[in-house]
């Protein structure tokens, strides 16, 4: 756990959160800023700044997340993401699920 990090925080529930869903490893909240109808983070109990062969499985469990998601949620699509680099806001590995796009 990293003692600055927002998402550890919410993690070990120091910040009050809206917790969708949780696993072993990861926990599901709502995005405090949306940008789609349905827009939740899926993130990594552990912190987890970089990905590389050790978060295979981490991978593997959060696309297996968002599928439980899409189907709980009668979602005929949805997006999933994980942003990188620049686009991190927080150095703690999540994913971006979103659904319900305007068209």
Known sequence: MNNDCVFCKIVKREINSDIKKE???FIVISDIRPSAKTHLLIISKE????LD???DKLLVEAKNIALDLQKELNL????FRVNWGKLLEID???FHFLA????
């Not at 005929?76 to 997006?79: L, P």
């Open 23 to 25: 696993t072993d490893n």
């Open 47 to 50: 912190h987890i700044a970089n």
């Open 76 to 79: 005929d699509e949805f997006q």
């Open 53 to 55: 062969s050790s978060t």
């Open 100 to 103: 319900g796009f305007n068209k």
């Open 92 to 94: 703690h590995l999540h």
